[in-house]
Every structure is written in C-alpha cells, then in structure tokens.
C-alpha cells in the first residue's frame, strides 16, 4: 500500500516534513500545550485506565458507528461515547455507551450545545 506524501509541519516557523500534523520535535510540545491549556483538570479522574479497558471491550463489540449503521452506512467508530455524560451523573454502563464515528459525535455535542 502507497504511502501517504509528508506535508510540512504546522508549527509556526517550522520547515520540516512529517506525516502527522507535527514534527516529532514539536509534537511533544503541542501534546504538553493541550494536556496544560485545553484538556480539564479532571479529565484523568474522569477518563483513566478502567474507562480505557471499559472503552476497548465495547469498541471490540460494536466496531461500526451506530447512527450511520441506523441510516445503511457501514462507518467504522472512533469514538465511544456517553448517552448520559458522566458530568452529569451518567455511568460506564454498556447501556450508557454508543459507538460514534467522529462526524457523528460532533453532530451530537453540537445538539447538546457542548461545543460550536
């Protein structure tokens, strides 16, 4: 299988070519802004190592976007998400998770008015 053609790195200044967004040199840098800047505080209370087991199980059981699956498109999941966050009292039940390809899931935390 071809490979994809590297593209520049999208740090400012930065002339090196990659296959990610980022060089390796600035890749670290801009895991370390978002893990300081963006992500909550409580993220890892939230989201540590049992929702990871939680989370891989129900991907292995539900491989497919099941929005898309509901409408005949077969779209692999790259997210599991929460039916009733667990902000707001929801649990890592199987009941409470869904499989969401990304668009999907934006599409969802748009209507709940999470994000713009």
């Not at 980022?22 to 840098?29: E, M, P, R």
């Not at 869904?98 to 713009?116: A, F, P, V």
């Amino acid at each position: 299988m071809p490979y994809k053609a590297k593209r520049g790195c999208q740090y400012p200044g930065c002339n090196q070519l990659s296959d990610k967004e980022y060089c390796l040199d600035h890749q670290k840098i801009m895991v370390k802004a978002y893990n300081q800047y963006t992500k909550s505080p409580d993220h890892n209370r939230k989201y540590g190592y049992q929702w990871k087991r939680i989370r891989a199980r129900y991907a292995k059981e539900h491989p497919l976007c099941e929005m898309c699956f509901k409408e005949g498109r077969y779209t692999r999941l790259d997210e599991v998400h929460h039916i009733i966050p667990v902000s707001r009292g929801g649990t890592n039940d199987t009941t409470n998770l869904m499989s969401l390809c990304r668009s999907c899931h934006n599409k969802i935390h748009i209507e709940l008015g999470d994000r713009n």
